[in-house]
């Protein structure tokens, strides 16, 4: 069956460190994978997409990285900060309407 | 304010009852999607529209779901004859041609 798996544990980084995220999925050929930010009792927030063609992403501290051999995608936050702490949620696009999110990563960032 | 625009925030209702919700897109995206999501899951794919075309909805969504984008607008998911189950945050996103969603801030729904 196809899967979307992500930490279901929380991520706790001390401030200014590295945060590292792990997007893995099954049975799946995605054209796309996006990752969103996502805070309490709020709706998502994009943040990057990266398509299958490319290896790695970067925006201003976050970079994402595609490995469709691996069937995983890596999301860092450089230089994290408290207001870093969210849950991250990864979601695959497979070339049609449908977009499948995972469970998502809560990152917890401590000053 | 010109991001996707959701309501009610929140909504109570007793088992039974139908409930409607109302999404209001960024202007210039023609797609529009619902979604779904429960506590520590992600969010759960129900409904897809391109302007006022209905071109994807998900097995999940029983017969007591109904979604309309009546003129490439504005669009209303309807649950009939609610059940506990029901209870779940509803997102609407948007987009343009692009891939990426613009979400909205969700409707809360629970029922009683």
């Known amino acids: 069956s196809q899967k979307i798996e992500q930490n279901s544990e929380a991520l706790n980084i001390q401030e200014g460190k590295t945060a590292t995220l792990t997007c893995n999925y099954t049975?799946?050929?995605?054209?796309?994978l996006q990752w969103y930010r996502q805070d309490p009792g709020r709706g998502p927030v994009f943040l990057l997409l990266?398509?299958?063609?490319?290896k790695e992403k970067r925006k201003e501290r976050l970079k994402v990285t595609f490995d469709t051999t691996l069937k995983q995608s890596l999301f860092h936050i450089t230089a994290s900060q408290p207001a870093d702490s969210a849950t991250y949620l990864c979601?695959?696009?497979?070339?049609?309407?449908?977009?499948?999110f995972g469970a998502g990563t809560r990152l917890f960032v401590k000053a | 304010d010109t991001g996707v625009s959701q309501n009610p925030r929140h909504k109570i209702t007793k088992r039974g009852q139908n409930v409607t919700f109302r999404c209001d897109p960024i202007?210039?995206?023609?797609?529009l999607y619902w979604y779904r999501q429960t506590l520590g899951q992600g969010p759960e794919f129900l409904t897809y529209?391109?302007?006022?075309?209905?071109?994807?909805k998900s097995r999940l969504l029983s017969d007591r779901f109904s979604a309309e984008r009546p003129k490439g607008s504005f669009s209303t998911l309807e649950i009939q004859r609610t059940e506990q189950g029901d209870s779940a945050m509803y997102l609407c996103?948007?987009?343009?041609?692009?891939?990426?969603?613009?979400f909205g801030q969700g409707t809360r729904l629970t029922v009683v």
């Open positions: 049975n799946y050929s995605p054209a796309y």
């Open positions: 202007s210039e995206h023609n797609r």
């Open positions: 979601a695959l696009n497979t070339g049609g309407f449908k977009t499948i």
């Open positions: 529209f391109q302007n006022e075309a209905q071109l994807e």
């Open positions: 996103a948007s987009s343009p041609l692009n891939p990426e969603a613009f």
């Open positions: 990266i398509r299958e063609n490319e």
